[in-house]
């Protein structure tokens, strides 16, 4: 099977998530926007009758579309062998996936708190008041959820879902990756307390495909367009 | 099998989205935080070891503890015949669900742009900022998808699904009645662009388990602690 993936062609975004695990999995895919005519395809399937998505990232996979980060990597995980078979597994990795991507909703509403149509600059204001409680509450509830989780496993079940890798030990990798970048402050200051979450997001670093992927062109760098933005003044 | 929904007792939240399910299947289920120490309940579950949920609503089936809205009706569609069994028709009705979660999702934020922690009044500024935006731009957008989507199948063929119905339906007549209760400037102004979406509620209402469940005490009324949230200075 050869995969498309349909996602904005410059920024990490949501669509990360799903590049990595295609990524560790070296799955046979195409990332599509980022090749030549690209974007009028996406922009193509947005708009088609049959099962239109409501937005970017979405999967083509045959005559399958499939759109929602989360529902993608559900799809994804016992096809790339990046989550164990058992429905009841399924079920807790994506129970988790979906903590992560309100996660990413929340940290994408920091710079943009007003609307999504508006830039950064024209609702700064309101940045600089909501920045704060994440970064002081919902980044530490959030973090220290997963911390507890790894925690609960013993030193030979090291990752989330405990002895079995899987596609949500990658997307925990970006979460750290993103917040470091865009809020390192904040984060060099809450790390102390998040030693397992620290040590996971290492050695998924390490995996061979991974340093291989993120050292390539492939991989976009972060910027402030993406989710993960660092603003100076929203990590005090 | 007997299911226990764990969620808030006093308002209709998330939590209503999955006792819309349970309600139109007649399912066995015990709406367990509005029974006698029932909080405690729920507040143990939440502190568990093994696969806590991070937050309300979350089902306990059997020895299964599922967290997370759209997942819970995930595993109950097929269970309780609201949803179609084939994969493909699974992965689409799930694919549109976690699109009303993020819907779900910006409501609330029109009431807290800042922050959960804090109450309505101490962010109203900015809440007054943020709500024409969802009512002219992002509440035309989300409705018309599903508007469209009903649009493209026959008269014959009224779900969201098409011929079956589903729990998406059911999540659909949440989002209308909210919707309505929370702006009813807005959505008089809209509805007239939504037909089929107004149909589709009024045929979900008429359901004879749903009407049956509306008029019970079993269906908490609308309020100004929930998601949908009537200020009338946010609806103008």
Not at 35 to 43: F, I, N, R, Y
Request: glycine letters at 6%.
């Amino acid at each position: 099977m050869r995969y498309e993936l349909y996602y904005w062609p410059t920024i990490q975004g949501r669509g990360e998530f799903v590049r990595l695990a295609l990524e560790d999995a070296c799955a046979n895919y195409l990332d599509v926007a980022r090749s030549a005519k690209g974007m009028g395809a996406l922009t193509r399937l947005l708009d088609s009758d049959k099962s239109p998505p409501f937005a970017p990232p979405f999967l083509k996979a045959g005559s399958l579309l499939i759109g929602q980060t989360a529902n993608i990597l559900q799809y994804l995980g016992p096809r790339l062998g990046l989550v164990p078979k058992a429905e009841t597994t399924r079920l807790w990795a994506h129970q988790l996936q979906l903590t992560i991507v309100d996660l990413v909703d929340e940290v994408h509403d920091i710079h943009h708190p007003i609307a999504s149509s508006l830039y950064y600059h024209q609702q700064k204001r309101e940045a600089l008041r909501r920045a704060p409680y994440f970064t002081d509450e919902r980044l530490p509830k959030y973090l220290g959820y997963f911390e507890n989780i790894l925690a609960g496993h013993g030193r030979r079940s090291p990752y989330v879902l405990g002895k079995s890798f899987s596609y949500v030990d990658l997307s925990l990798f970006q979460i750290m990756s993103g917040l470091r970048y865009a809020f390192p402050r904040a984060m060099k200051k809450r790390e102390r307390k998040l030693p397992r979450l620290a040590s996971l997001a290492e050695r998924i670093a390490a995996r061979p495909n991974i340093t291989a992927y993120l050292s390539s062109t492939r991989c976009l760098p972060f910027s402030e367009h993406g989710i993960f933005r660092h603003y100076p003044e929203l990590d005090r």
